[in-house]
């Protein structure tokens, strides 16, 4: 079965300070990409950051990195220099070859304090 | 700038009532999308397009039907809402492929009562 899983409902950050989002996935495809979604309490889904399953390296983008360990089956999402503004709800989303679907973990609410 | 845009951001039905939620894209996407979300679930998808006339049921088309009668234009149908449907509602789009991710528009909150 295709899924994704988000284990951290919750996180805090403190300004400034780097922070760890976790994602895993279970598929046995091996053409995939992963993507990070945030979500303000605006409610729009803002891309971060992409993944292909044959990237030899992790993606960057900006203040995101991917950390991306395939036989792990993870793909967590790292935001360094946390700013106010990156309070949000983040999703960590799946996709694949044979299908344009994107499945999405639960996600996790993260909240950036002073 | 490219978009997605959703009709309305806040809606109030009745039980019963028939329920019309638009999207419309500029982008020329082949894919489009209809979800909910709820708190604690994620985002779990209701249908999807991939041409015009054409669709797919996705995890949880109960009660929920579509149309896509031209390529830019996605509407999701509650053919008689129930407050079980009260929902945030997103449509998306996306060009094939698995490297391609989704824009989102910026939702409707539904309200069944």
């Known amino acids: 079965a295709q899924k994704i899983t988000q284990t951290q409902p919750g996180m805090f950050v403190q300004e400034k300070e780097a922070v760890t989002l976790d994602c895993t996935y279970d598929?046995?495809?091996?053409?995939?990409?992963l993507f990070w979604y945030k979500q303000p309490s605006s409610g729009e889904m803002i891309f971060l950051i992409y993944q292909g399953s044959y990237d030899q390296q992790n993606a960057t983008e900006g203040r995101y990195s991917l950390n991306f360990q395939k036989a792990r089956k993870s793909a967590n999402l790292v935001i360094s220099a946390s700013q106010l503004g990156d309070s949000a709800m983040y999703f960590c989303?799946?996709?694949?070859?044979?299908?344009?679907?994107?499945?999405f973990g639960t996600g996790t609410r993260l909240q950036v304090f002073p | 700038d490219v978009k997605v845009t959703q009709s309305s951001r806040y809606l109030v039905k009745r039980t019963g009532e028939k329920v019309f939620l638009e999207c419309v894209q500029d982008?020329?996407?082949?894919?489009m999308f209809w979800y909910r979300q709820d708190p604690g679930l994620g985002l779990r998808l209701i249908y999807f397009?991939?041409?015009?006339?054409?669709?797919e049921k996705g995890d949880i088309p109960e009660g929920y039907s579509v149309s896509r009668e031209k390529k830019e234009r996605f509407s999701l149908i509650l053919e008689s809402a129930s407050t079980n449907q009260t929902s945030m509602y997103l449509c998306?789009?996306?060009?094939?492929?698995?490297?391609?991710?989704?824009?989102f528009g910026s939702g409707t909150r539904l309200t069944v009562v």
């Open positions: 397009s991939y041409d015009v006339k054409m669709k």
């Open positions: 998306a789009s996306s060009l094939r492929g698995v490297v391609y991710g989704y824009t």
């Open positions: 598929t046995s495809d091996p053409s995939y990409g």
């Open positions: 989303a799946m996709r694949f070859d044979n299908t344009d679907k994107l499945i």
């Open positions: 982008m020329d996407h082949e894919n």
